[in-house]
């Protein structure tokens, strides 16, 4: 672990250097944006497929991913971890829908490891759409807000928000629902 | 779009959905546009929340097998990979001890769908950055990086040159990256050494089968 830029705007335009030399099949290339990324992408497959085996099976399908996709990633249109969260993150929901959660352990007991990598999605810069969304998020009912971030994070369907909640589904589709309608006409169309 | 379909497509962004509804939702990504760009929309603005997650340190040498022409594409682990390694040289010693007049050829690699093939066009004119372009064979494209290759009213048009003969591969856009899915033909038949090549031509690209406007910049296929 050496020269890992602790500076936001360093390591953006580091990953961004390194995606596009991925996108040209850039092996090392490859190497060097998984020591920078990898454990911020860890902590949303673990996250979500509660699982070490698994986790570590969507993060190598992520990289694979990667690989494969780099060279459709545009600089500009977003920060490059967005852009390789949103992949991790759609790849983990993607397993947990086709395997299923195995609820096998406590998800604290996941962030046990001591990582020393700079965490690169902590360095996200909260834009004025982010600090819109967040805004926005406060403003709405408590239990819609609530059941939108904790479907966001932890990958939930439906059917396991309403067990944690110990409500009907249908009421908690309409809670999702809801929020996602008076945050839609919050946010505006940005 | 309807307020409906805008929940909808926050619910699939979200990941709530499963089974049945999931599966008709994410046709729907594919067949309407708006639908599509209505999901993407959330997307990106969930993706504010990334910053949230915690990071955990994740293992090395997960990915030691991606990029490796003949490594297998679904993962098994490098565990895997290592003892079906050794578990076809057992295998190979066992056959050469009980068979030692026969040859022990290598399994099939299947090459039109794990090969990467790149190449940087160098422009003709001597100046200027290479344009490089990937082969894809796993995913049958052609992924080119170039911008501004054409003048305002022209458009920049990708060759393979083949047993002599140009063969077009299809249109660069005018920014960024451009991905062309290889015709079936091309697919099979792209490898290490043949010369791909841009053409500047009419919009629309050359009226003919080969290229009509001068060829800015060209280069050869090599392995990775």
């Not at chain 1, 990633?73 to 299923?100: C, E, K, Q």
């Not at chain 2, 297998?72 to 007049?101: D, E, H, I, N």
């Not at chain 2, 002599?164 to 990256?177: A, C, E, K, Q, Y």
């Not at chain 2, 003919?208 to 001068?214: D, E, L, N, R, V």
Request: charge should be negative; hydrophobic fraction near 45%; aromatic fraction near 4%.
């Amino acid at each position: 672990m050496k020269d890992h830029p602790a500076d936001p705007y360093a390591a953006r335009v580091a990953i961004c250097e390194l995606l596009q030399r991925v996108g040209t099949a850039d092996r090392a290339a490859l190497g060097t944006l998984y020591e920078l990324t990898a454990s911020s992408l860890f902590g949303i497959c673990m996250r979500i497929c509660e699982e070490r085996s698994a986790a570590e099976d969507v993060l190598h399908e992520v990289y694979h991913l990667i690989w494969t996709r780099a060279g459709s990633f545009v600089p500009t249109a977003a920060h490059p971890m967005s852009w390789l969260g949103t992949i991790a993150r759609n790849r983990s929901i993607d397993w947990v829908r086709g395997y299923g959660k195995r609820m096998t352990r406590p998800i604290e007991d996941a962030d046990d490891i001591a990582d020393d990598t700079p965490d690169q999605l902590a360095m996200l810069e909260r834009t004025e759409e982010a600090q819109r969304l967040y805004d926005c998020l406060d403003a709405l009912d408590p239990r819609q807000r609530d059941t939108l971030r904790t479907a966001f994070f932890g990958g939930l369907t439906y059917a396991q928000l309403a067990e944690d909640n110990g409500v009907p589904e249908p009421t908690v589709r309409s809670w999702a629902r809801r929020g996602l309608l008076n945050l839609r006409g919050c946010v505006g169309d940005g | 779009m309807t307020a409906e379909d805008d929940a909808l497509a926050g619910e699939l962004a979200l990941g709530l959905l499963e089974g049945d509804e999931r599966a008709q939702a994410l046709r729907r990504t594919l067949s309407d546009p708006d639908f599509a760009r209505a999901v993407e929309w959330w997307r990106v603005r969930f993706a504010d929340l990334l910053v949230e997650y915690r990071p955990v340190a994740a293992p090395a040498g997960l990915i030691d097998d991606i990029g490796v022409p003949t490594a297998p594409k679904t993962r098994g682990g490098l565990r895997l990979v290592v003892s079906s390694a050794l578990a076809a040289a057992a295998a190979a010693v066992l056959v050469m001890v009980l068979r030692p007049a026969e040859t022990v050829l290598p399994p099939p690699i299947d090459r039109a769908t794990t090969v990467t093939l790149l190449a940087a066009l160098q422009p003709s004119d001597g100046t200027g950055t290479p344009i490089s372009a990937v082969v894809d064979g796993g995913a049958g494209q052609v992924r080119v990086v170039a911008t501004g290759i054409a003048p305002a009213g022209k458009a920049a048009q990708l060759w393979v040159i083949r047993d002599g003969v140009p063969r077009s591969l299809g249109l660069l856009s005018g920014s960024g990256t451009t991905r062309l899915a290889l015709p079936p033909t091309e697919r099979a038949a792209l490898q290490p050494g043949l010369v791909l090549a841009i053409s500047i031509e009419p919009p629309g690209g050359s009226p003919k089968a080969t290229p009509t406007g001068p060829v800015v910049a060209s280069g050869p296929l090599t392995a990775i």
